[in-house]
């Protein structure tokens, strides 16, 4: 349950349509497209470049205007699809997020030293075939950099025009601490969601402090948050006891009854949740497909009372 607001909802609809990205000058929309299924042949079996394209151009052409991508996507591939559906765009129009730490030299493993990070950086631009990134994360901390000199790096990168925001993914408070030591720190990507809520209790306070935005990643816990599943399902989720299974379906139901009052589906309105959340900047749920994206964006025209966001919030 969170524990605290930065307003206190009136029983009106909650409306957020504007995000400003920590102390940047960037902003977006409330709802954004992950994008690890598009090109990620190394993360997911299966994948069509041209489904990938087709989810990128969907998201754009329905209210979706910032992209949420990686080196290890597709170690590049997701980058250069996006690069390439974005030459039909308006680019100032579209927030383009990407992320680096994996070293192909070095087995993928995590490197944050400042030389590798602004050749990352260099790397992505022309992969993106654009002339900056709108926020530039590192993706993972390595075990040795020290984390304010990682973000010195890319603040300079900033500073030369390359990248307009800087963000850590992955990181303990305690990093996110020694990262924001100058206060250049605008966001963190982390995982968290309606049933992995451990990031209110660990971060939550010193990111409102600070100024800094928060962007969870798998808000639909790998599908689990879609309404799709049922109680037969539990061995495809085994990170949850049989218990703690059921309980999410069973309250699953429950978000339903408040989806059909919006002629909404249970994932339309757990995105809409995150949406009218005040801890969370942009939700970021990924799509194989056009038509879940589609979908996802229709979670846009769900506003929840506040009572409503309050039931489901003590739900989980």
């Known amino acids: 349950m969170i524990d605290f607001n930065p307003f206190l909802f009136e029983e009106e609809p909650i409306l957020n349509n504007s995000v400003k990205i920590g102390k940047s000058d960037v902003t977006t929309g409330p709802l954004g497209l992950g994008t690890n299924k598009v090109g990620g042949h190394n993360l997911f079996d299966g994948l069509k470049d041209e489904n990938g394209v ?15 991508t990686a080196f290890m996507y597709g170690l590049g591939k997701s980058e250069e699809i996006i690069g390439d559906v974005i030459q039909d765009y308006d680019r100032s129009k579209i927030v383009i997020a990407s992320k680096a730490a994996q070293d192909p030299n070095n087995g993928l493993k995590p490197n944050n030293d400042p030389k590798f990070l602004k050749k990352s950086v260099d790397e992505a631009l022309e992969r993106l075939n654009t002339d900056y990134i709108d926020i530039f994360y590192i993706h993972f901390p390595d075990d040795h950099t020290p984390k304010s000199e990682a973000v010195n790096a890319l603040a300079e990168e900033k500073k030369a025009g390359k990248i307009r925001a800087i963000g850590v993914s992955n990181f303990s408070l305690d990093q996110i601490k020694e990262a924001n030591a100058d206060g250049q720190v605008d966001v963190v990507e982390n995982h968290y969601s309606l049933v992995h809520r451990e990031a209110e209790n660990q971060i939550f306070a010193y990111l409102k402090e600070n100024e800094i935005s928060f962007v969870p990643y798998l808000p639909l816990a790998m599908g689990l948050l879609t309404g799709k599943y049922s109680q037969n399902d539990a061995d495809k989720f085994s990170k949850f006891s049989s218990d703690e299974f059921g309980k999410i379906i069973d309250n699953l139901s429950k978000v339903k009854v408040i989806a059909d009052k919006h002629q909404a589906t249970v994932a ?32 846009l025209d769900v506003q929840l009372s506040s009572t409503e966001f309050d039931e489901i919030d003590k739900l989980y």
Not at 54 to 62: E, G, I
Not at 272 to 287: K, L, Q, T
Request: no cysteine; glycine share 2%; aromatic share 4%.
């Open 268 to 299: 339309q309105t757990i995105l809409a949740w995150y949406i009218a959340n005040p801890n969370i900047s942009v939700v970021i749920p990924g799509a194989r497909v056009p038509e879940h994206v589609e979908s996802n964006a229709k979670a």
């Open 54 to 68: 087709a989810v990128v151009k969907a998201a754009l052409n329905n209210r979706i205007s910032l992209l949420d």
